[in-house]
C-alpha cells in the first residue's frame, strides 16, 4: 500500500567513519534534497558488525569486511583495494621493497579491525600468497589514524587505496612491494528482514546502489 508514498520521517544509518565522513557524504546530501521531508541520524562507528539492529534503533548499515550475520539482508556496494604504502623515511636509503620477503624485517602498524599480527599479500596477476607476521608499533581501529602513523613513518601500512592517493601522489606516501596486495575489502549496505520497509529505507537502498 505504500509503495508510491513519498519518503517521510527520520532514518537512522551506521557508517564506518572514514567512509562516513567522505565518499558517502555526498550520495547522502543528494539523498536528502531529493526527498525533504526525510532526515538522517548518521552515526559513525569503525564495528565491524551492530548484534542488533532493532534494539539500537538502527534502519541500516554501511559496513566495511565480510558479513557473518544470517539474520541480516546484504547488498554489495562496491570492493575496496588495499595496497601496501609506508613514508619515504622509512625505507631511508634502500632500494624500494619489490617482493614481500623485502617487508618483513621493516618496522609495521596494524590496523587491528582487519589484520593484527599477520600480513597476507596476494600477487595481482598470479595469485601467488605470501604471509608473514608482524609485530606492530602500533596498533588501531581507525583508518584515518593509521594514515597519520604512516606520515609519521612508524613504519608500513596496508591502507585502503582511495584514503591514501594524494599521499601517493605528492610523495608523502611510497606504494611498496606494487605488484602485490591485500584482498580487497566488500563494502555492504546491511538491514534487518521484514515483511515492509518504509519509503525512506527503500529510497536510501536505491540511492547507496546507484552510486
Known amino acids: ?69 544470517s539474520s541480516l539482508v546484504a547488498i554489495k556496494l562496491t570492493e575496496v583495494p588495499r595496497i601496501v604504502v609506508a613514508a619515504p623515511s622509512v625505507i631511508s636509503n634502500t632500494a624500494l621493497p619489490q617482493q614481500p620477503t623485502d617487508l618483513v624485517n621493516l618496522p609495521w602498524l596494524a590496523l587491528r579491525t582487519y589484520y593484527r599480527n599477520e600480513v597476507l599479500l596476494r600477487h595481482k596477476t598470479t595469485g601467488e600468497i605470501q604471509r608473514f607476521p608482524i ?35 605528492d610523495g608523502r606516501l611510497l606504494h611498496l612491494a606494487s605488484a602485490w596486495q591485500a584482498d580487497p575489502l566488500p563494502v555492504h549496505l546491511v538491514y534487518p528482514y521484514a515483511r515492509f520497509y518504509p519509503a525512506r529505507l527503500r529510497c536510501f537502498i536505491d540511492a547507496m546502489r546507484e552510486v
Open 1 to 69: 500500500r505504500g509503495a508510491g508514498q513519498e519518503p517521510v520521517g527520520q532514518l537512522r544509518v551506521v557508517a564506518p567513519h572514514a567512509f562516513g565522513q567522505e565518499h558517502f557524504i555526498k550520495p547522502l546530501a543528494d539523498y536528502l534534497k531529493r526527498y525533504p521531508q526525510v532526515n538522517v541520524e548518521w552515526l559513525l562507528h569503525d564495528d565491524v558488525a551492530i548484534s542488533d539492529f532493532v534494539s539500537a534503533g538502527i534502519d541500516c548499515a554501511i559496513q566495511v569486511g565480510e558479513i557473518s550475520d
Open 135 to 169: 609485530a606492530p608499533r602500533i596498533s588501531t581501529d581507525n583508518l584515518y589514524a593509521l594514515r597519520s602513523a604512516a606520515l609519521q613513518g612508524l613504519g608500513v601500512a596496508i591502507s585502503s587505496a582511495w584514503i591514501v592517493e594524494d599521499e601517493l601522489a
